[in-house]
């Protein structure tokens, strides 16, 4: 086993751990199984397959391909203590979830109203029009970063 493979077991146990918020030393057995199973049955195989790892299931070993670069931002844990270094990128967040907020209640009146009959509107324009408050909402939410990093040197 070279140094850039893993376990597959070793795995299982850090995710176990993890999930159940604990060391490895304390889990039980069942929790390990837990976790063991469907990564020896599923996970792995898939990931595998997509050629995100390297899987060598009758050896039990794993091995990262270069691929696994996409899936980096998404591995690290997520830390509600990091500080917020872009000020703007949160005022971004804020703005996007609140017009989800804004989009879900908006929507929600027009086909309350249109259903008490207060609004009068046919259910192709009520549902273009539900459907263009998600549209924007998607497009902010996909783009905001790379729409805000357009006028920031780095």
Do not use: C, W
Not at 36 to 56: F, M
Not at 135 to 150: E, K, P, Q, R
Request: charged share 25%.
């Amino acid at each position: 086993m070279d140094a850039e493979s893993v376990k597959m077991r070793d795995i299982a146990e850090h995710v176990a751990a993890l999930e159940h918020e604990t060391t490895v030393a304390e889990l039980t057995s069942t929790q390990r199984q837990r976790v063991y199973i469907p990564l020896y049955q599923s996970h792995l195989p898939k990931l595998d397959k997509k050629g995100v790892i390297e899987y060598n299931k009758s050896r039990g070993i794993v091995r990262a391909t270069d691929r696994i670069e996409i899936f980096r931002p998404h591995l690290e844990p997520y830390r509600d203590d990091a500080p917020d270094d872009d000020a703007e990128r949160s005022i971004i967040g804020y703005f996007v979830s609140d017009y989800y907020a804004t989009a879900i209640a908006a929507s929600t009146s027009l086909l309350v109203a249109s259903l008490l009959g207060v609004l009068a509107l046919p259910g192709v324009m009520l549902g273009t029009i539900i459907t263009i408050l998600f549209v924007l909402a998607t497009i902010g939410t996909n783009h905001g970063d790379s729409l805000l990093g357009a006028g920031t040197a780095e």
